[in-house]
């Protein structure tokens, strides 16, 4: 099974700052990761497909690169709704997800 | 518009069966496959199986003995069944549509495994 390495477990900024989380995985995922936004008691939503591309409806501040093994998720300029958990998943080979991180408000 | 919501028992007794239903809307389950994940409190999300579009099944290796999918197409609903449940089994149940992962999730149901 491929396993996923997210870091920071958890995050505190400021608005306007500029946040990266990042995710490792045990092998190479060809690009095939996925990242998600899911606020307390809601289902999680999508931000990032296949690496780099922006999901419908999603704002321009989230960005994701990354190759290999290694993953990038990127908010430019952080917004107070921006407070939530963040994780990422692969499908190279069925699914699995990364830890998490909190994000919070400094 | 797509939309996937679970539902089921919120609690279900040590060595039962959990049954747990996906109806979906705003797409066909002759066109996408739906996954499964849980998520223990506090813990991260595991991936627990798949129904393909075409009616195969696939499933977590270390779940595949106590887990069933399976799929009425004509009431849009998809099923989980897991046997033998012990109190690790406690977590939020999701499921969600595939297309280049899950792209949309249902809100979950809880289940708490407890006597």
């Known amino acids: 099974d491929i396993q996923m390495t997210q870091s920071p477990s958890f995050l505190s900024a400021s608005v306007g700052d500029r946040v990266t989380i990042n995710c490792k995985a045990s092998?190479?995922?060809?690009?095939?990761l996925n990242w998600y936004q899911q606020k307390l008691g809601e289902a999680p939503k999508r931000l990032i497909y296949?690496?780099?591309s922006l999901q419908t409806g999603i704002p321009s501040r989230f960005s994701g690169s990354g190759s290999g093994t290694d993953y990038t998720l990127t908010i430019s300029s952080l917004q107070p709704e921006d407070v939530a958990t963040y994780f990422c998943?692969?499908?190279?080979?069925?699914?699995?997800f990364g830890g998490g991180t909190k994000l919070e408000l400094k | 518009q797509v939309q996937l919501k679970e539902s089921g028992p919120g609690l279900v007794q040590p060595s039962q069966t959990l049954s747990l239903t996906c109806t979906v809307a705003?797409?066909?389950?002759?066109?996408?496959?739906v996954h499964w994940v849980r998520q223990p409190p506090g813990k991260g999300l595991e991936w627990m199986g798949v129904?393909?579009?075409?009616?195969?099944?696939r499933y977590n290796s270390a779940l595949k003995s106590r887990l069933s999918i399976s799929k009425d197409t004509s009431k849009s609903q998809v099923f989980l069944k897991m046997n033998s449940l012990q109190t690790e089994d406690t977590a939020t149940y999701y499921c969600?549509?595939?297309?280049?992962?899950?792209?949309?999730w249902g809100q979950g149901v809880m289940v708490t495994v407890s006597s």
């Open positions: 969600a549509r595939d297309r280049a992962g899950p792209d949309y």
């Open positions: 705003g797409f066909s389950l002759t066109s996408y496959n």
């Open positions: 129904i393909w579009n075409t009616g195969g099944t």
């Open positions: 092998q190479n995922i060809n690009k095939y």
């Open positions: 296949n690496t780099n």
């Open positions: 998943q692969q499908y190279n080979s069925w699914w699995t």
